[in-house]
């Protein structure tokens, strides 16, 4: 059976669409300004939390600070940060985040900034599975000129290494039960925000941050 010539040309394009899509340069990011401003300390403001886990930003600050300076940048101490806005009566990230680039500059002396917001924080939960996810995205600003030198953004979950094609039906309710255990009763989320905090803000990764001046790669990448 012959298909219409019409069915024929509307398979085609799905077909030139899908291939184009495929065949699609991914964007790259411009890092003429970060260059130019060549930050070496950095300061780490706390996240912002989309999310309706009330632990998700002391959860991330605690891990972002390592990539960062795995990747040779001088981080402002966490608790440093934390206890001056403290001292200043701010203590909510949204109002944090509002001080101006100019007055971060001022009171600590940093070159960036680091505003990080968390869309995704905790444990999913369905029939058969549960998965511990953790999505967020950051920029860095000047402080000197209050420029975006980049942005980024990542995920990651407790469920990337799972197979659950073994076992049968009886063999994933068993596993579903098991992790949901775990799940509640350790902070498997803390976890995997490290995992995303390294996905996020580790150097050397396609439209990731540069790597910093305490690093012997820099200066090697961004071209």
Not at 48 to 61: I, K
Not at 188 to 193: D, F, I, K, L, M
Request: aromatic letters at 6%.
């Amino acid at each position: 059976m012959r298909l219409p010539q019409t069915m024929l040309l509307l398979a085609a394009s799905v077909l030139l669409t899908l291939t184009g899509c495929a065949n699609h340069p991914v964007q790259k990011v411009d890092y003429t300004a970060f260059k130019q401003a060549q930050p070496r300390s950095l300061l780490v403001l706390p996240p912002l939390n989309d999310s309706p886990d009330v632990t998700a930003t002391p959860s991330l600050l605690s891990v972002v600070t390592y990539p960062l300076a795995e990747s040779g940048y001088y981080v402002m101490p966490v608790a440093l940060m934390s206890e001056t806005f403290r001292q200043n009566g701010m203590v909510n990230p949204p109002e944090i985040h509002s001080v101006t680039p100019a007055k971060l500059k001022e009171i600590f002396g940093a070159d960036a900034a680091l505003y990080i917001k968390i869309n995704r924080y905790g444990t999913t939960y369905t029939v058969l599975d549960s998965a511990a996810i953790v999505t967020a995205e950051a920029k860095l600003v000047d402080l000197n000129s209050g420029n975006t030198l980049w942005t980024g953004s990542a995920s990651a979950s407790s469920a990337e290494n799972n197979n659950n094609n073994q076992g049968g039906l009886a063999g994933l309710l068993i596993a579903a039960i098991v992790k949901q255990i775990i799940n509640s009763t350790t902070d498997v989320a803390h976890q995997v925000a490290g995992v995303t905090s390294s996905r996020l803000l580790s150097a050397g990764h396609p439209n990731g941050l540069l790597y910093g001046p305490r690093s012997p790669k820099y200066g090697t990448d961004g071209q």
